[in-house]
């Protein structure tokens, strides 16, 4: 079955900082995989997702994230934190077949952003 | 569109009440998922439909645990009887073919 792993539950920035959130995947084929962000009490909202065309994807709200194969990773990366980025992130990659395709989470990582 | 429409957004219940919460997909989807989110274990797939079959429910927790989707545009998660660690945040989700996932806004239940 396919996993992920987001290394780090807490991450705290100062805002106009670089905010980078890792994430690692297992996947015995090409994945999909997907970054949400959820604001407190709050739905789950996609930022990007990959789904194995460029391996750079851009996302909303100045987001990015890198697909790199050799190292089974997918961290996304802003250049210049925001107060308003404080959120959780969530990381997942797709699986299934026949176009039944589930997502499957990780843990989760909680960004803050102080002044 | 009025994205995947969740209710309730709040339930208390007691002990051993039944619970339902409800679910309408985005017209067109025909993908259905509900998701349960804790402190403890994150996000996780209870059961997921394709074309109004369920597909995957390996996720059920217990047989307390029911899910239904009678058509298109509708599906019910139930427990009963309701326990206090049942108490999460309940997401559906809906997913199209050539379209990504759109989540809910969550029920957050409260078991006491």
């Known amino acids: 079955a396919q996993s992920v792993t987001q290394l780090g539950s807490h991450v705290s920035v100062s805002e106009g900082a670089l905010v980078l959130l890792r994430c690692n995947y297992s996947?015995?084929?090409?994945?999909?995989l997907f970054w949400y962000v959820q604001y407190p009490n709050q739905g789950l909202q996609l930022l990007l997702k990959?789904?194995?065309?460029?391996?750079l994807v851009k996302g909303i709200n100045g987001f990015e994230a890198e697909f790199k194969k050799s190292e089974t990773s997918f961290h996304l990366t802003k250049p210049s934190a925001h107060m308003s980025d404080a959120a959780e992130y969530f990381c997942?990659?797709?699986?299934?077949?026949?176009?039944?395709?589930?997502?499957?989470f990780g843990a989760g990582t909680r960004l803050a952003v102080h002044p | 569109d009025a994205g995947v429409i969740q209710s309730p957004r709040h339930e208390v219940t007691e002990m051993g009440q039944e619970v339902t919460l409800r679910c309408k997909p985005i017209?067109?989807?025909?993908?259905l998922f509900w998701y349960r989110q804790t402190m403890m274990r994150g996000l996780e797939l209870l059961i997921y439909f394709n074309n109004n079959v369920p597909i995957d429910d390996s996720g059920m927790p217990e047989d307390r645990f029911s899910a239904k989707m009678p058509n298109a545009s509708f599906s019910t998660l139930k427990i009963q009887p309701s326990e206090p660690r049942d108490s999460a945040v309940y997401f559906c989700?809906?997913?199209?073919?050539?379209?990504?996932?759109?989540f809910g806004s969550g029920t957050r239940l409260t078991v006491v």
């Open positions: 989700a809906s997913k199209g073919e050539a379209s990504g996932y759109t």
């Open positions: 996947s015995s084929v090409p994945p999909y």
């Open positions: 997942a990659v797709s699986e299934g077949s026949g176009g039944y395709n589930k997502l499957i």
């Open positions: 017209s067109g989807h025909n993908s």
């Open positions: 990959y789904t194995s065309a460029a391996t």
